[in-house]
């Protein structure tokens, strides 16, 4: 069986780039099949964020969707089409040349015209994000009625371009809910949990850990704010924040304003996140938006304790508030500054969903996860022949 993965790039340190690197090697290790990868937007001089086995097959076609990202909306509408265009020709030759059996898109650029696109392969779509990802991603970054209204649009056409594939997998229950909504297709198959520490986290170090790329979408500037509150009560605590992005300068002169530079530390991103789990006691979410969240995961097998925002749709997927973290309302700094100031008051608390977080964790298995994407791999490739 012949599969080929749809991807951005994988120069990136995100959730997304690590859970496909993850599946991509496991079905090479431990498969007969080809496995092909297409990127659109890697930057051809930088290396891959994560290892992948040598007889995966990585086609960079550097169309750099990106580079319009700050043009007129005019200009980037034109620029976004002929790139959309020369794309779909491109995709449509290497499927047709390897004789593809199974395109999974992971909804980059391509989800657009995968439906329609004429090849003799079975089109999977695979979403990390919430329905409505593409209005949050607006909104996160831009303000006003027109901006709302493209977002509106950009949803509708994700759920039009969805309905046309054979199979589409989200990775949450209330992502699933959303989705049969509007097509029958949908199957729910979730991140797996990529660590299996030997030991975890004694949670006796005063560091709280937050990961992910520094951008709108996380909320750390409202984490910031929380903080202020946090070290005003226990100033020998630190948070440290994994991650890089286009926020950087902003969020390092927000943490100087506030004049918190020796408790809020951006860490950048490091290549043993795994160790830094473990030094830390407390896991802290405070995005805008999620899928199903790696760092969280991650976080959980380390052993520690949540505290995040009860944003769509990731977070009550894995965290029963008051089992294994706590759950708070979306944007309420201050519930978020409270909650954490809990767990540093309560080590017997933190162990207690420290070990929940951890049993929570195995339900997520990489061999239990991929064998849900190989039964329906198999499924769907017999059903073409």
């Known amino acids: ?22 599946k991509a090697n496991f079905l090479a290790d431990l498969t007969d099949y080809e496995i092909y990868i297409v990127t659109t937007d890697h930057r051809l001089n930088q290396e891959l964020s994560y290892p992948l086995n040598p007889r ?7 169309l750099d969707f990106e580079a319009h990202f700050k043009s ?20 449509k030759a290497i499927i047709d040349e390897n004789q593809i059996d199974i395109c999974i898109s992971l909804c980059g650029k391509e989800i657009d015209f995968f439906g329609n696109l004429n090849v003799n392969c079975i089109r999977v779509g695979e979403i990390h994000f919430s329905i409505n990802n593409r209005s949050q991603f607006l909104s996160a970054r831009k303000r006003g009625l027109l901006w709302k209204a493209l977002g509106a649009l950009r949803t ?4 039009q371009s969805a309905k046309k594939l054979d199979t589409f997998v989200v990775l949450t229950k209330e992502d699933e809910k959303q989705w049969l909504m509007y097509s029958k297709n949908v199957l729910r198959i979730p991140n797996p949990a990529v660590f299996n520490p030997l030991s975890t986290s004694k949670l006796n170090n005063k560091n709280v850990i937050a990961v992910g790329r520094l951008s709108p979408q996380k909320g750390y500037d409202m984490l910031i704010d929380a ?3 946090v070290c005003q009560i226990y100033p020998d605590w630190k948070l440290e924040i994994y991650g890089d992005g286009e926020l950087k300068e902003v969020l390092s002169k927000k943490i100087s304003d506030s004049r918190m530079d020796n408790c809020v530390k ?7 996140i795994q160790d830094k789990y473990l030094e830390s006691s407390i896991f802290v979410l405070s995005s805008l938006y999620e899928g199903l969240p790696m760092a969280m995961i991650e976080a959980m097998t380390c052993g520690l304790p949540i505290v995040a925002f009860d944003c769509e749709y990731g977070p009550r997927e894995l965290v029963t508030n008051e089992y294994n973290g706590f759950l708070v309302e979306p944007q309420d700094v201050n519930s978020l500054a409270d909650k954490i100031i809990q767990l ?23 061999d239990k996860i991929m064998n849900d994407w190989i039964a329906l791999f198999e499924k769907l490739y017999n059903l073409k022949k």
């Open 1 to 22: 069986m012949k599969l080929l993965y749809c991807i951005p790039a994988l120069h990136n340190t995100g959730g997304m780039e690590r859970v496909m690197s993850i």
């Open 344 to 366: 540093i008051d309560n080590a017997d608390l933190r162990t207690t969903f420290g070990g929940n977080s951890i049993q929570k964790s195995k339900e997520l298995a990489v």
């Open 156 to 159: 509708y056409q994700l759920i």
């Open 56 to 62: 995966i097959k990585v086609i960079h076609l550097d």
């Open 227 to 229: 903080w202020s509150k």
């Open 266 to 272: 951006l860490c950048g991103v490091v290549s043993d």
């Open 72 to 91: 007129t909306l005019i200009s980037k509408t034109i620029s976004h089409h002929r790139k959309l265009w020369s794309y779909k020709k491109q995709l």
